[in-house]
C-alpha cells in the first residue's frame, strides 16, 4: 500500500524522536525518559512517569501505534487514551512506571521538590535500572544516574514523549475520579487548572480537599499572603505584611523548571 502524506510524516517525526536514544544505546543497555503532567493546575496531584526502553528493535506489529507518539498537548484526549493503553500493555517494548505527588505533599514541600521527588520515585519504581535518563525540562536531584534536561523533551525524545503521555493521561483519569466527589468544581472539564469556573467555583465554595492550599487564587486569598512576588523565585515574602503562612507565587515556583 502506498504511504499517504500523513504516513510520511509521521514516520519522519517518529525516526526524529528516536535519534537521541538510539545514540545513548549504543552505550547504555537501557535508556529512559521522564516527564510530568499537572505542576500548574490549582488542584489534584503531579503526575510523574518514566518510560523505560533497550536497544531492541521494534516489532513490525508495534510500529503503527508507536508512531503515533508524541507530545502529549499535540494529541486528542482519544489518541492519548490509545497510545496509554498499548503503552500498559504487557507486551509494550516501552516500560512505564507512575508516581504521584499529592496536594498535601505539594503544600508540605513545595511543587518543585514534590515534583522532583515523584520523579525519582517513578524511575526507581521500572522494572529495570536504567543507565541514562532523559528528562523534560528539569535534571532530579540525587538520582544518582546519568541524566540530561532536554528543553520540550517531548517532542524530541519518543521516550519522554510516551512518559508525557502516560503522566498526562493517569492525571486525567484521576481528575475525573475527583469530579465525581466534588462534582462542583467541574474538574472532569478543565482537570484543576484555573478557568473563569473553576475560579468562580473556588469563590463559592472554597478549596476542596483536592486543591493545592498553598497556590495563590486571586480574589480568595488575601493580596498581603502572596510570597515571591520579589526576590528569590519560590519561597515565600518576607516584606512586612506577608504573614507565617504566605502563599507561593505559581509563576516563580514553575518557571524553575526551565531555568
Known amino acids: 500500500m502506498k504511504k499517504t502524506a500523513s504516513d510520511e510524516k509521521k514516520e519522519k517525526r517518529f525516526l526524529a524522536l528516536l535519534a537521541k536514544e538510539e545514540g545513548l544505546l549504543k552505550k547504555y543497555p537501557l ?12 488542584a489534584g496531584p ?13 516489532r513490525e506489529e508495534d510500529l503503527p501505534w508507536l508512531r503515533e507518539i508524541f507530545d502529549s498537548k499535540q494529541l486528542t484526549e482519544s489518541k492519548r487514551e490509545e497510545i496509554f493503553q498499548h503503552l500498559m500493555s504487557p507486551e509494550s517494548p516501552l516500560k512505564i512506571s507512575v508516581a504521584l505527588a499529592e496536594a498535601e505533599e505539594i503544600d508540605a514541600t513545595n511543587i ?21 535518563v532523559l528528562v523534560d525540562g528539569t535534571e532530579i536531584p540525587e538520582l544518582e544516574i546519568p541524566q540530561e534536561k532536554i528543553i520540550k523533551g517531548d517532542s524530541l525524545c519518543l521516550c519522554v514523549a510516551a512518559a508525557s503521555i502516560a503522566a498526562k493521561v493517569t492525571r486525567d483519569h484521576i481528575m475525573l ?13 478543565h482537570k484543576g487548572y484555573g ?30 499572603d502572596r510570597g515571591a512576588e520579589k526576590g528569590t523565585p519560590g519561597r515565600r515574602s518576607h516584606r512586612p ?4 503562612k504566605g502563599l507561593s507565587d505559581n509563576s516563580a515556583q514553575l518557571a524553575l523548571f526551565e531555568e
Open 112 to 132: 518543585l521538590k514534590a515534583t522532583h521527588r515523584a520523579m525519582k520515585s517513578a524511575v526507581e519504581g521500572l522494572p529495570a535500572r536504567p543507565g541514562f
Open 241 to 244: 505584611g506577608a504573614g507565617k
Open 177 to 189: 475520579e475527583l469530579d465525581k466527589e466534588f462534582p462542583e468544581y467541574g474538574f472532569a472539564k
Open 195 to 224: 478557568t473563569a469556573f473553576h475560579l468562580e467555583a473556588l469563590q463559592k465554595f472554597g478549596r476542596s480537599r483536592a486543591h493545592r492550599r498553598t497556590f495563590y487564587v486571586k480574589g480568595l486569598d488575601p493580596p498581603q
Open 31 to 42: 535508556v529512559a525518559g521522564v516527564d510530568e503532567a499537572g505542576r500548574g493546575p490549582l
Open 46 to 58: 503531579v503526575a510523574c512517569a518514566a518510560c523505560l526502553r533497550d536497544a531492541a528493535p521494534f
